[in-house]
């Protein structure tokens, strides 16, 4: 008994079909704020001295001062999420 070889591995052609299903963004599509930008904008909102919305449950994450410092951060007042 002899084996045939063909030169083409099995895997190969599943892998690329695989690639072939997976979604393609272009570079530059937006796809939504990132957590950078969530983030940050939460800071502005608390360095305003507003209360922002909470990343996590949606309440009001209450800004927290320090002496002399200013706005340091905030807490939630529902769920106690922390930002600094």
Do not use: F, H, N
Not at 1 to 22: I, K, N
Not at 77 to 84: A, V
Request: with cysteine.
């Amino acid at each position: 008994m002899s084996t045939l070889l063909t030169g083409r591995r099995p895997g190969v052609r599943r892998a690329r079909e695989a690639a072939d299903c997976r979604p393609r963004t272009e570079p530059g599509a937006e796809l939504g704020p990132t957590l950078a930008d969530v983030v940050s904008r939460q800071w502005e909102v608390l360095r305003a001295g507003v209360p922002a919305a909470c990343l996590v449950c949606g309440s009001e994450v209450t800004p927290r001062e320090s002496a002399g410092a200013g706005v340091v951060g905030g807490r939630c007042d529902s769920c106690g999420t922390t930002l600094s």
